[in-house]
Structure formats: structure tokens, C-alpha cells
């Protein structure tokens, strides 16, 4: 069976400081990745997107960045925090675009 | 524009009740329309899906949803509720583009 770790769960940052929140999916071959955040426990607001390796799309201009280094690793990065970057982070993945999302567990950045 | 809808921040339901969490939908072509719920502090759980075929659907936990093409809604139930049942719910659409568009979340509370 397929299954999503998302890591670390929680995380206190100093505004300023760099980010590496990392994914990866077992089970399956070639996912769609995505990387959300959601803010004060409402609506997702999708970050990034990739079907391949290398292979990124951002949605939103901001102040992070995400990679795709291995067919089933996707990284969320920033050089320097922001305030605004705090909120709770979600990987999720699918067979195909358009299809079902699973969800990781969530990382909860807060940024001081 | 393609977009989908959750009128209600908040549904109050007594345990043992029926719920109903409202979804609306606009999108070009055929719908493919999605419920996740989501616990605290965790990630979203797909719950079910319309496709295509008969207009209730049913999914996990005894939830099931009624998909009514004419109203262009596709709202979520459950003939008796569960204090557990208390969670956010998302309700997502695929774009004719093949994106998934989540909702912005319905907060249920079962109380007991």
C-alpha cells in the first residue's frame, strides 16, 4: 500500500532563517506532488505542484521554493523566513493529475 | 470561472441527528466532484468521490453525498451523526484543466 511521510511535525523558526520541509511517497511510482499551506485551520492554498522529477510549477509568487530531487522526494525550501510563513503545511499526492489526493500528516511552522 | 462553494463556516448537529454540509460547484464539462475531511492537526482523509453514474454516492464512515446536476451541488450527509463525525470538511472539484479546486472548509460540531 502507498503511504505519505511528511516531516518534521511541528517547527519553531526565527524570521530569517532557512526552511527544508521534506515529503516522500512509498508505494507507487511517478506520483503528482503538491505542496499546500493552509492558514487558521480553513482553506488550502495550493504552493506548488510537480508530475516529474525536476519537473516544478508554482502557483502563487512567494518566498519559497520547492525541488524534486528523486521520483518520490519533494523538498519545501526557503532562504530567509518570513512572518507570513507561518502556517500548517501539507504534502499531498496522486496517481494522475485531477485524481485523488492523499495528505501527509502536516507540518506546523511557526515563524518568531 | 471555474470554482466551488461551501456556504456554511459552521454546521451544529446533535449526535444522533442527520447532517447535511453544503457544496455548490461551477465548472466547464462533466463534474468531478470530492469530499475530504480533516481532523485537527492532521491531513485531509479523502472521504468519497462522483464521477459518473447514480447520484448518491456513498464513502467512508457512513457519510454519502447527493449529487443534483440541475442545483449544481453535490452536498454531503449522514442519516445519524457521531460526536467523532466533529471535523472540517472540504468539498473539491476538478477544473477542466485537471486541477483540483478545494472548498473553503464547514467546520462540524456533533454535540452530545
Known amino acids: 500500500s502507498q503511504t505519505i511521510h511528511q516531516w518534521p511535525a511541528t517547527l519553531v523558526q526565527p524570521v530569517g532563517s532557512p526552511l527544508s520541509l521534506e515529503c516522500t511517497v512509498e508505494?507507487?511510482?511517478?506520483?503528482?506532488l503538491y505542496w499546500y499551506r493552509q492558514a487558521a485551520g480553513r482553506g488550502l492554498q495550493l504552493l506548488f505542484y510537480?508530475?516529474?522529477?525536476?519537473?516544478i510549477s508554482s502557483e502563487v509568487p512567494q518566498n519559497l521554493s520547492a525541488s524534486r530531487p528523486q521520483d518520490r522526494q519533494f523538498i519545501l525550501s526557503s532562504k530567509k523566513l518570513l512572518l507570513s510563513d507561518s502556517g500548517f503545511y501539507l504534502c499531498?499526492?496522486?496517481?494522475?493529475?485531477?485524481?485523488?489526493?492523499?495528505f501527509g500528516a502536516g507540518t506546523r511552522l511557526s515563524v518568531l | 470561472a471555474q470554482s466551488v462553494a461551501q456556504p456554511e463556516d459552521q454546521v451544529n448537529v446533535a449526535e444522533g441527528n442527520p447532517l447535511t454540509v453544503k457544496c455548490t460547484y461551477s465548472?466547464?464539462?462533466?463534474?468531478?466532484l470530492f469530499w475530504y475531511v480533516q481532523y485537527p492537526n492532521r491531513g485531509l482523509q479523502f472521504l468519497l468521490k462522483?464521477?459518473?453514474?447514480?447520484?448518491l454516492v456513498k464513502g467512508s464512515y457512513g457519510f454519502e453525498a447527493e449529487f443534483n446536476k440541475s442545483q449544481t451541488s453535490f452536498h454531503l450527509k449522514k442519516p445519524s451523526a457521531l460526536v467523532s463525525d466533529s471535523a472540517l470538511y472540504f468539498c473539491?472539484?476538478?477544473?477542466?484543466?485537471?486541477?483540483?479546486?478545494f472548498g473553503s472548509g464547514t467546520r462540524l460540531s456533533i454535540r452530545p
Open positions: 499531498a499526492w496522486s496517481k494522475a493529475k485531477g485524481d485523488i489526493q492523499y
Open positions: 508505494g507507487t511510482s511517478n506520483p503528482n
Open positions: 510537480s508530475v516529474g522529477i525536476g519537473q
Open positions: 465548472v466547464s464539462g462533466n463534474p468531478y
Open positions: 462522483y464521477i459518473t453514474g447514480d447520484n
Open positions: 473539491a472539484v476538478r477544473t477542466s484543466a485537471s486541477k483540483i479546486i
